[in-house]
């Protein structure tokens, strides 16, 4: 996870945000929870630091997960520079 400066926002002046990097877990290992169970504690560690927004990139694989802990899709442009 990463926590970067932000500008803040009126409905969000915390000038924190936090971004969920390469949540992975080995083939032989899922659907036992464990995925769920780290995010969980991620989300908690932000709550614990006053954090009000979270984001994330999914994979089609994760995103079943995600959606559950109540995340939500958002509109993201990108462009490569190299």
Same mark, same amino acid.
């Given at each position: 996870m990463l926590i970067s400066a932000w500008p803040g !926002?009126? !409905?969000d002046p915390q000038p924190r945000r936090a971004t969920i990097l390469n949540v992975y877990t080995e083939r032989d290992r899922r659907r036992r929870g464990i995925a769920r169970k780290l995010m969980e504690h991620?989300?908690?560690f932000c709550r614990s630091e006053g954090l009000a927004q979270v984001s994330l990139h999914a994979s *089609? *694989?994760?995103r079943p997960l995600y959606e559950d802990l109540g995340f939500r899709p958002s509109n993201e442009m990108r462009l490569r520079l190299r």
């Open positions: !926002q009126p !409905q991620i989300l908690e *089609d *694989d994760g």
